[in-house]
């Protein structure tokens, strides 16, 4: 009972002050956070808009956030448009469409990525899930009958063979992708797929929640402002990206001059975000918080011995007696030794 006593409030005092922590950090990070500008440019007589075709959220595919959280985040990463690209199937893209027309978000296009081995296709402006077990040509078809467009996603030299029959159908091609980033001696091979292609470039973020949405874009020529025109504007192979390690300009030779000569996209391509001190501060905040919760569960679990088991059971979970995980106060999952 004494001992009881003793450990409640000690654990509470360090709950509270790890939730204040949290909180700051949270509340802080957001006034620190600023969205990326939104800018109407126009060059060469089109309306030119920045858009992400690979995206996936967390309802029916991998991604962190929601399809709803997808546009709220797509505004705030300066997007005009993206394609939710959840795995097989279309619904996380509907959703997102749906939240976006009623709040006046970025144009969502409805897509998906058929994931197979050896060639990832991402479908854009499509109506209804394509199968992905189909043939890639079939694929493919299937994509331009619903009026989409073929993207082949991440084509790093161990997907051209799956490819390679279908070259001259495919409408884009990523040659900006994170893992680039990442691994730029990887970028090359992109690059040299993007040159057999011969179709559009697309740079595209494969966004799942770590990175940015947008932090690889397409800067689309369009027409005109809208889903079908952005379909027209990719058929027409009118895009310019900046990919790479050098942010190399990929795209329309015509259109590229243009941009180079007024410099705003290759400013807004850029994936250097400034951190603030406040976002520091938020950031130091946010990590003593989360140390306050997580550091005396790895005592405690040196605390679960056989001889203390019942005792820390019966204080902490008693349902820790029933199952061999048990859910501990501050929400982590912690193996119970039996
Ligand atoms: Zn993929
Ligand atoms: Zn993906």
């Given at each position: 009972m004494t001992q009881r006593a003793r450990i409640v409030p000690s654990s509470r005092l360090r709950r509270f002050g790890a939730a204040a922590l949290v909180a700051a950090a949270i509340v802080i990070g957001t006034i620190a956070d600023r969205p990326r500008p939104h800018q109407e440019i126009t060059l060469g007589g089109y309306r030119v808009l920045a858009a992400d075709f690979h995206t996936h959220s967390s309802t029916w595919s991998d991604g962190s956030l929601t399809p709803w959280g997808l546009v709220i985040d797509a505004w705030y990463q300066g997007l005009d448009a993206i394609a939710i690209t959840g795995h097989r199937q279309t619904l996380d893209a509907k959703w997102g469409r749906w939240f976006s027309e009623r709040t006046g978000g970025p144009i969502v296009l409805v897509g998906e990525e058929l994931p197979e081995i050896p060639h990832h296709v991402i479908a854009v402006g499509i109506g209804r899930t394509v199968?992905?077990?189909?043939p890639i040509a079939e694929q493919i078809a299937e994509i331009h009958r619903q009026g989409g467009i073929a993207i082949a996603a991440h084509p790093g030299d161990f997907f051209w063979s799956g490819f390679a029959p279908v070259m001259d159908q495919l409408d884009g091609t990523e040659v900006c992708h994170p893992f680039t980033l990442e691994y730029p001696d990887a970028h090359p091979e992109l690059e040299e797929f993007a040159r057999r292609a011969n179709a559009a470039a697309i740079g595209s973020s494969?966004?799942?929640?770590?990175g940015r949405q947008g932090m690889c874009r397409t800067f689309v020529f369009v027409r005109e402002v809208s889903a079908e025109g952005i379909l027209e504007a990719i058929r027409a192979k009118r895009t310019v990206v900046y990919g790479g390690p050098a942010a190399t300009a990929y795209g329309d030779p015509q259109l590229i001059q243009i941009a180079e000569a007024d410099g705003r996209l290759r400013e807004m391509a850029s994936t250097e975000y400034p951190v603030s001190v406040l976002d520091r501060i938020s950031q130091i905040l946010g990590i003593v918080g989360f140390a306050l919760v997580i550091l005396p569960l790895y005592s405690q679990r040196e605390r679960l011995k056989p001889t203390n088991n019942a005792r820390l059971a019966t204080t902490i979970v008693p349902s820790a007696m029933k199952y061999p995980y048990f859910q501990c106060s501050s929400g982590m999952l912690v193996k119970f030794i039996p």
């Open positions: 199968d992905s077990a189909l494969d966004f799942h929640g770590p």
